[in-house]
């Protein structure tokens, strides 16, 4: 009978396809479990600090370590406190800055994350460097690259994925997966997180930096040096992907006080 056939694959993509998002309590897309997108977006990242200049052992580099480190901490600590112990027992966290005049930056799942040194200048000091930071790690914890991609496009990897070995993927698997998180400037693609995305990970990310001891009040004028350097003849890609709205700016000034008060729950109470 057609509607019970149709019936049992609704059940059966119900259960693959759901996944709770941690700070939220919600339901979320994920067809393909981290255990098989890790591997894929490990290789990706390998593969593109290979084919790029990483800045090693200078100040700023340090920076970009120890922010991550914290941000890390906080993530883990605020999983483990709220019921998600575990959940972030397959990330292999790495800090990297690389030589690229590129405004931009970004979090792979597993907790793969890149700074271009053009994004300093921006980010100004450490505590703008940790909004950008808690903000990207808030996509990848969220699983906003999951859902990024289409169901299709998740099919796809998902076959490869279970078909061959990961390094023997197609180069268009790999694109999808670079575009999905975070690489898309490498293949000309600019894919930008949904508004609804975008709102939690301000809000989660504002947390984090909390947590870590960073001044959450700092995540709004972070934006409003974005907003101000917006302009000019070519957008930079973390811009164009993360437009600086009034909104959003508003939104970070409104929530400072509650991630404060979160982070005072861990025992944070000076904020840097
Ligand atoms: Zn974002």
């Not at 992907?241 to 025992?267: Q, Y």
Request: charged fraction near 20%; aromatic fraction near 10%; include cysteine.
């Amino acid at each position: 009978m057609k509607i019970r056939k149709y019936l049992v694959w609704a059940t059966a993509i119900l259960f693959i396809s759901c996944a709770t998002n941690p700070f939220t309590g919600k339901q979320t897309l994920a067809l393909v479990p981290n255990s098989q997108i890790l591997p894929m977006a490990f290789q990706q990242y390998n593969q593109f600090l290979g084919e790029n200049k990483v800045v090693k052992g200078t100040s700023d580099a340090e920076m970009i370590k120890r922010v991550g480190q914290k941000i890390a901490k906080a993530s883990e600590r605020w999983l483990n406190a709220n019921g998600y112990a575990g959940y972030l027992k397959d990330y292999q966290w790495e800090y990297n800055l690389v030589e690229d005049k590129a405004v931009n930056a970004w979090c792979m799942p597993g907790g793969k994350i890149v700074f271009y040194t053009g994004i300093l200048p921006i980010a100004k000091d450490e505590t703008g460097i940790a909004a950008v930071m808690g903000h990207e790690v808030a996509h990848a914890l969220a699983n906003h690259g999951q859902q990024r991609m289409s169901a299709a496009q998740i099919q796809q990897v998902a076959g490869v994925a279970t078909a061959v070995a990961i390094q023997n993927k197609s180069q268009e698997t790999q694109q999808i997966i670079g575009t999905a998180f975070g690489l898309g400037s490498q293949f000309g693609v600019m894919l930008p997180f949904s508004r609804s995305h975008e709102t939690e990970a301000d809000r989660i990310g504002l947390q984090l930096m909390a947590i870590a001891g960073y001044n959450p009040d700092e995540a709004a004028n972070l934006w409003r040096r974005m907003k101000a350097n917006s302009g000019g003849q070519a957008p930079p890609e973390f811009m164009s992907t993360h437009p600086s709205s009034d909104t959003r700016i508003r939104n970070l000034t409104e929530w400072a006080p509650a991630a404060k008060a979160e982070a005072r729950k861990f025992g944070v109470t000076t904020f840097k």
